[in-house]
């Protein structure tokens, strides 16, 4: 498919929790938007039913996590307002020290639990570093976030940013260091140990394949989509040139890759600035890459930084300012 260009003119945003007033949230060109969810970082669709999560930045500290319906489009904040009360499960995270609903929400990864229950971890910053644990519940109208733990940051890493779900209770984590990062794996029993090979510039982005055997991460420093085997003797690891600052990976149902990030421009002294928001597909076995989206920075979606596959659309998310997702149509 050509790439989707936008013709970057400047809408009213007006702020709104829930909803956009009809003529502040109207298409540019052929991009759609969802209106309301507050610098929605991440997304994440719950398989099997029609609502995404977001994680929303409002500050350094604290933020929302929204879940957004693919059928009407309504937003609703589910964390902290509409929270369910914390219910520590002391067993599994027992060197965590208390609940915590203030933080800012960052990475999202999911683990399917029993019935309509999944388990909800989000990566959090503020107050402690670590990944926040919740019950996320969708038998409902609207999905229930319950506070069930926490797993504190290694020990000395700069910052976590992206988390996904392993086979045996496992998970694991970038972190996001650009002068030298690596990811880390966790485990109940066993706590955290380095992944090897995992050491470079800037990891950001981080899924898994279903039998964990592959990790794929958002190169963000080496704009490169990187593919690191997990459990194997030689280490494999490969990386594929996107051409811009990858920084969420996620899958799509037939299998791909969406890796999306910043494209920037740099001059001879070094200092860069950010012309567009692009998504590329990639192909897990060949690495090949073909380019989805390539949107131009404008107060619409000034930094988009996550693409998920929705029907037959790519939504966008985004920081610095915004307060919608944008829908790009797919392939």
Known sequence: MPKIVGSCFLLLILPC??????????????????????????L????????VIASGRISDEEGSIYAVNTLDHSVHVIFPEAALAPQHDRSTYADCPSPNNRFQPHGLAF???????????????????????????????VPTMQWTGCIMAPPLTARLNSVTALPDARIAATNYDTT??????????????????????????????IDGQWLYI????????????RGKTPIQLDSVDVGFNVDNVRWTDDGRLLAAG??????????CTMVASRVVSVNPDTLAVQQLVD??????????????????????GGIRGTERIGRFPGQ
Do not use: K
Request: net charge negative; glycine share 14%.
């Open 17 to 42: 929790t829930h909803a956009f007033a009809a003529e502040s949230c109207d298409p540019d060109g052929a991009v759609q938007f969802i209106c309301g969810p507050v610098n929605p970082e991440d």
């Open 295 to 316: 949107y131009p920075v404008n107060a619409l979606i000034p930094v988009g930084t996550v693409a998920i596959e929705v029907g037959d659309e790519i939504w966008v």
């Open 180 to 209: 030298g990062g690596q990811l880390w794996e966790w485990h109940p029993a066993f706590g955290w140990s380095e992944v090897p090979g995992s050491e470079m510039r800037g990891p950001n982005g981080l899924v898994s394949s």
């Open 44 to 51: 994440y669709q719950i398989p099997d039913t029609p609502w």
């Open 111 to 141: 683990r399917a639990g029993s019935d309509s229950t999944y388990i909800l971890y989000v990566i959090g910053h503020g107050d402690r570093e670590a990944i926040e644990v919740f019950n996320l519940v969708v038998s409902g109208n």
């Open 262 to 271: 910043q494209g920037r421009q740099c001059g001879a002294d070094g200092r």
């Open 218 to 229: 958002g190169g963000w420093s080496d704009q490169a989509l990187v593919r690191l085997s």
